[in-house]
């Protein structure tokens, strides 16, 4: 409490302050006071002063001195200033009088020359003050580096300060420390002088100096650093106000984006928020710390508890949360008048800013992290189409255990956060997958998922949105951004249209040789279906074996055992032991295939030309001349890697007498010093080649790629073309002719009707003017290749809308037998004029697939036409064809000039014969030897024999294809009936191709060299210029681009492998083909029902992959083989390919397996098995 001293008063009332005190007798030196009547403070609790007084007066006094009196200073300043203003804008007035009444110019000019003088005397004091002050504003703006530095030096040596708070709260809050001997107080000293010449360069920069005294950070400064000096004069310390540093934390948030930390507004927010709340609950806090460990000065301090300041802090947080526990409480008058307030204000900043706070930390997003790499191991970055289902089918692929020991991990960056299913999948998959929230056309989000060291980025795309171009303009925009970014990263990006992937080309970056590849999901759809055209089935073959399976073991003898096995088969690629080098592709195909159990397709063949810079293409199945060379890349079909990796290890020397596989292994020969110098890591099926990706064709060299005389010995009579007559495009790999109208390629129904069309295929399509254009010259290329003669390519008749098919004919304009139809697919009526029943194959696309949002109607009106034209019946007696070697032809046409058909370039292809069951053969073009493609042939009299494949976009949908199978709906596409069988495709199946192509782009230009009929770089830098064929003359060099190989189905019922046909090994089969016709083998399209003797055996064929050498072969297989070109064909009257065109539809009727004698059948049998006993004991291989 408070007394009054008289000299032999008492201290108040208490008993205890009841002993006289002398001042004169102070035992404090540094203090002298004199007998007068005071009002002095005192408490016997203060541990330096036997006396019991407390100094806090004294402190607080210098405080309040400091800011009242420069307050009162600045007031003052402005006030004579404000007096002088006025006073001198009267003088000025007054001046101004006499100017207009004295007229007289000595008077007037006196004056002003004075007043001239007198404003120049203060400008130079102006401008230094000015930059002065503009030095001192730069100082602390954090403009520059050194007032960045100064700005955040002040902010840490004002939480140093506040921490010192903290230790000494633990302190009584007035004691008598040493200031030479306190390290603590020193620290404080330098702390506060420093904050005193800040507090100097800020009222120097100041423009207001009566706001700037009146800031809260000035008011900090006023109770805090005079004590301090105060503090070292009386050898005392008083705690008092110095937790008032802890509203510097206030400025937190400027502090961080000074530095560049935070960006965002949300960040920005946050940080406010919460620097704002912790700066209030410190700062009242330690001011209940205050009152409550001294007490009430008019209590005589009596009244005081011990408090830490963490108690009260919790005091304090209890109080603004209305919880108020009541353990601890304040008993001090000043501390409960102080909570009345704070709990009004405390209350409100509680309930508005805690809930604020924790909003914005929920909308923070949870995956928006960096992702750190870990040593060792690669990282690729998978954007684009983010969902569960594009997701769960890459993830599915990329990750199967068939690839060996994959080491890389998966960065999924998406700009909307997964759902729960999605999220669900990654949580299952975290060892090896992260997902990052982010925009891959934000700078920011790339350094976070650093792009700049992964190994390579993948772009999904989505394949069922409404607007193909806008999903590509998207994907496309993301390749600019990324390779703006990072311009050496590898990018594969998935495109939906054909047109925009020139496009690509434009960005400077894009280099296809670095490895960037575009996946362009509508030409290789386009081209599966095509050669399904050629080959039924091959669609399903070759979407298998990119496409990573595990075998699924079955016991039972049915067609899901055989077509499971072929599925297990996967491409893979690894380099051929040097014990192949100087041998021929046949020779080293045959060891791998019976020594090795795998399956050599295609190689990397490095030019020999200098001029080339050794450049690398790729060969499938070439002939004798090739011959490999050192480091050679062989294209395998195997059932996993670790198989593979036998035709790197084999030696000669080592594994010549080794007859188990399995037992060929690394040895210690020193042929592999090469490959270990030149390729460390060979060894891993999952290198990548960089040779030129999909653009390579292995048909670009007319040096490299000259006949094989071995093959046909009658090459020298190729067909005389005439030189004059542009009949290929510019490159040679394709049929060309002269752009057509439309007109001109329209058929009625009256025309079509009274033209028998046969051997044709028939494109349905459903699409209108809206519809987005599927890109059908991506159908029509494949069947047009120029590997194929004239006279064997099928002609192609569209049904569908014409509004569309005018769309989609300046792509079309410049490819021979096309023809128009326009109508439905849907009616009948239509697909009777194109005679259906007559044709090789109808495809069934449709345009309209992603404009419905329910998904099981995506497919719908494929799916009706297919019902439809099953359920059709023939007439037998309606278009009885004659049967011949030539085919039908109408009265009157002229077979010489097919231009001058009367239905527009249609030329009748060899024949489909009505009535029983009666056999065609055909002769292979070379002299002595019989090589049927086709068995037999027969009028389909109902439309369920009609060889038809269905474009899905809905994988459940193929349920319905097929109303007699016997597929569960949850059952995967691979395993469906239809698929099987190769009557359907869905574009799904393209996935697996993503990660084929990271890990080995040379597979990508592999299935496109099969499928797309060879594309070359000419021809696409062509097509994204002109987007059409440019036509060219017949040259040597394009006509060498013909001698490429191609797919086809061979027959084994009669001709030189009928006595394999029945009974024999699918081993010696491959081996005589490759051996005589430089024929390679890799699949067999067998009946459903061939294991089976029952009569009523169902026509359906599923595919059969790779067969082991042991596989026992049926009279009604076809032979899926890579066969060379025939030049002689040109000039024979039936073309071994023409006869493969129409094998089909003859070989799948049941009834042809029902005509083969029985005695031939046994007689075949027996010669068969002692010709195969025979061959295996003269067989040697070298």
């Known amino acids: 409490m408070l007394a009054v001293a008289d000299g032999n008063g008492s201290y108040g009332s208490s008993p205890r302050m009841t002993n006289n005190i002398n001042f004169n007798k102070n035992t404090d030196s540094s203090v002298s006071i004199s007998k007068m009547d005071l009002i002095i403070p005192f408490s016997p609790e203060v541990p330096c002063d036997n006396n019991g007084q407390r100094m806090w007066w004294a402190f607080l006094a210098s405080s309040m001195v400091t800011f009242f009196g420069g307050l009162f200073i600045i007031l003052l300043w402005r006030t004579l200033k ?230 009260c802090v919790y005091l304090l947080m209890v109080t603004m949360s209305t919880v108020g526990y009541g353990d601890v409480y304040a008993r001090t008058t000043l501390g409960r008048l102080f909570m009345v307030f704070f709990i009004l204000g405390g209350l409100a900043m509680f309930a508005s800013y805690v809930p604020e706070i924790i909003e914005l930390i929920g909308n923070r997003k949870k995956y928006g992290g960096s992702y750190s790499a870990v040593n060792g191991r690669k990282h690729i970055v998978v954007c684009g189409h983010i969902t569960l289902e594009s997701v769960s089918n890459f993830l599915k692929d990329f990750l199967h255990k068939d690839r060996d020991d994959v080491n890389v991990e998966i960065v999924f960056l998406h700009n909307i956060s997964p759902n729960l299913e999605l999220e669900a999948l990654f949580k299952r998959h975290f060892t090896q997958v992260e997902f990052y929230q982010g925009s891959v056309l934000n700078p920011h989000d790339l350094a976070r998922v650093k792009i700049e060291s992964a190994d390579a980025c993948l772009i999904l795309a989505n394949k069922y949105c409404a607007d193909p171009d806008a999903e590509d303009a998207s994907n496309i925009m993301r390749v600019i951004s990324i390779k703006n970014y990072h311009p050496k990263i590898r990018i594969i990006t998935q495109m939906l249209q054909y047109h925009n992937k020139a496009h690509l080309l434009n960005i400077p970056s894009w280099n296809w040789k670095e490895g960037d590849d575009a996946i362009c999901l509508a030409e290789l759809k386009a081209g599966f279906i095509a050669q399904s055209c050629l080959a039924q089935g091959l669609s399903t073959m070759l979407a298998n074996l990119f496409s990573m399976r595990s075998y699924i073991k079955i016991e039972e003898d049915t067609w899901q055992k055989y077509y499971l096995e072929g599925v297990a088969n996967e491409m893979y690629t690894e380099y051929l032991s040097s014990a192949f080098v100087g041998l021929s592709f046949p020779t080293v195909c045959e060891l791998c295939y019976v020594k090795l159990k795998l399956l050599l397709i295609a190689i990397e063949y490095k030019s020999e030309q200098r001029e080339s810079r050794s450049r690398k293409r790729i060969l499938i199945n070439p002939g004798n001349h090739v011959k490999m060379q050192e480091g050679t890349l062989g294209f395998f079909i195997a059932s996993d890697a670790k198989e593979v990796k036998r035709a790197f290890f084999y030696c000669k020397a080592c594994h010549d007498d080794i007859t188990d596989p399995k037992r060929i292994k690394k040895c210690g020969c020193k042929r592999m010093t090469y490959f270990e110098e030149e390729h460390p890591s060979t060894l891993s099926p999952k290198k990548k080649q960089r040779n030129g990706g999909m653009r390579n064709s292995p048909n670009c060299s007319p040096k490299m790629m000259r006949h094989d005389p071995l093959l046909i010995p009658g090459n020298e009579q190729i067909e005389n073309m005439d030189a004059s007559v542009k009949r290929y495009d510019s490159t040679g790999m394709f049929h060309w002719c002269p752009s057509k109208d439309i007109e001109k390629a329209i058929l009625t129904r009256s025309e079509a009707s009274m033209t028998v069309l046969s051997g044709h295929v028939v494109v349905c399509i459903f699409g209108d003017v809206t519809s987005a254009l599927v890109g059908l010259r991506n159908l029509v290329m494949p069947l047009r290749a120029s590997n194929f003669h004239y006279h064997e390519l099928k002609p192609i008749v569209f049904v569908g809308s014409l509004d569309y ?242 797919v086809a189905q061979l027959a084994l019922y009669d001709g030189p492998f009928a006595d394999l046909g029945d009974g024999g090994c699918y081993g010696d089969l491959f081996c005589k083909a490759l051996k005589t016709y430089n024929m390679l083998c890799f699949g067999i399209y067998r009946l459903r029902d061939a294991h089976l003797s029952t009569p009523g055996q169902c026509t359906k064929r599923y595919v059969i992959t790779n067969p082991p050498y042991e596989f026992e072969l049926v009279p009604t297989d076809l032979i899926f083989c890579l066969m060379q070109f025939d030049h002689n064909a040109g000039q024979s009257r039936v073309s071994l390919s023409h006869s493969s065109h129409s094998s089909h539809s003859s070989s799948k009727k049941c009834s042809s397996v029902h005509s083969i004698p029985a005695t031939n059948r046994q007689n075949r049998s027996s010669k068969a098995r002692e010709a195969r006993d025979k061959q295996k004991k003269e067989m040697v291989y070298r």
């Not at 070292?232 to 937190?252: E, M, P, T």
């Not at 009028?939 to 597929?967: A, H, P, Y």
């Open 82 to 311: 404000y007096l002088w203003t006025v006073c001198c804008h009267c003088n000025i007035k007054n001046k101004e009088a006499q100017k207009v009444n004295n007229h007289m110019n000595s008077q007037a000019d006196g004056p002003t020359k004075n007043q001239n003088d007198k404003e120049e005397a203060p400008v130079s004091e102006v401008g230094w003050m000015t930059s002065v002050k503009d030095w001192a504003g730069v100082m602390i703006s954090a403009q520059t580096l050194t007032g960045r530095v100064l700005v955040v030096l002040v902010f840490a040596l004002s939480i140093g300060a506040l921490g010192i708070y903290f230790i000494d709260s633990s302190d009584p809050i007035e004691s008598c420390p040493n200031f030479y001997k306190d390290f603590t107080l020193q620290i404080d000293m330098a702390f506060n002088v420093f904050f005193l010449l800040y507090f100097g360069l800020r009222f120097i920069a100041a423009n207001d100096k009566l706001w700037f005294w009146l800031e809260v950070n000035s008011v900090v400064d006023f109770f805090t650093v005079p004590p301090v000096f105060v503090s070292v004069y009386l050898n005392r310390s008083w705690l008092g106000l110095r937790f008032l540093r802890a509203l510097r934390l206030i400025q937190f948030s400027e502090i961080l984006q000074f530095l560049n930390i935070l960006k965002t507004s949300n960040s920005i927010k946050l940080v406010n928020l919460c620097s704002i709340f912790i700066s209030t609950w410190l700062t009242a806090a330690g001011f209940i710390h205050l009152v409550e460990n001294s007490g009430d000065p008019w209590e005589n301090f009596q009244n005081s508890q011990q408090l830490s300041y963490w108690e």
């Open 805 to 1046: 098919l005018r769309r989609e004919w300046e792509t079309l304009h410049n490819f021979p037998k096309v023809s128009i139809l326009p109508g439905t697919p849907l009616s009948r009526a239509d697909l009777r004029a194109v005679n259906i029943n007559l044709c090789d194959m109808c495809v069934i696309l449709s345009a309209n697939q992603n404009n419905i949002d329910d998904a099981s109607l995506q497919d719908k009106e494929c799916i009706l036409a297919t019902l439809n034209i099953k359920s059709m019946q023939f007439d037998d007696s309606i278009g009885v064809l004659q049967a011949n070697s030539q085919g039908f032809t109408p009265p009157g046409m002229d077979r010489s000039s097919p231009d001058n058909s009367p239905v527009h370039g249609l030329v009748r292809q060899a024949s489909i014969t009505t009535g029983s069951n009666i056999p065609i053969i055909t002769e292979l073009a070379k002299p002595g030897k019989l090589l049927p493609l086709v068995s037999f042939s027969q009028e389909k009299n109902s439309g369920n024999n009609i060889q038809m494949i269905t474009e899905l976009v809905n994988d459940s949908n193929v349920q319905f294809l097929d109303q007699d199978d016997d597929d569960d709906p949850d059952t995967e596409l691979y395993l469906t009936q239809p698929f099987a069988c190769g009557t359907a495709f869905a574009i799904s199946v393209l996935d697996s191709l993503m990660s084929a192509t990271y890990f080995n782009d040379n597979i990508l230009t592999l299935i496109r060299t099969l499928v797309t009929g060879g594309a070359t770089p000419e021809l696409e830098g062509l097509l994204a210029e002109e987007n059409a064929l440019r036509g060219g003359y017949s040259t040597p060099q394009t006509l060498a681009n013909r001698d490429r190989c191609r």
